[in-house]
């Protein structure tokens, strides 16, 4: 499984769209600041995974949530489900 995630910075609350086989792990290794972007937001928290059964399929959510649109979809999704 390939998981689409979106992490949240707790210091200034910018959004970070990616993708990893291990979402856990991969947030470690932004906490630690080895993404160039990610580095200057630490830390960040977890706020969206969804898992696809390929590269291919989850490369396309995470184009689509990189868009305009798809930042609206999550705003709402995560509006509808606070707990997850």
Known sequence: MVYVYVIESLADTTWYVGMARDVNNRLKEHNKGKNR????????????????????????????????????????????????
Do not use: C, N, V
């Open 37 to 84: 972007f990610t580095k200057g937001h630490r830390p960040w928290k977890i706020i969206y995974t969804e898992a696809f059964p390929d590269w291919k399929s989850a490369r396309q959510k995470e184009k689509y949530l990189k868009t305009a649109a798809g930042k609206k979809w999550l705003k709402k999704f995560l509006a509808a489900h606070p707990l997850l």
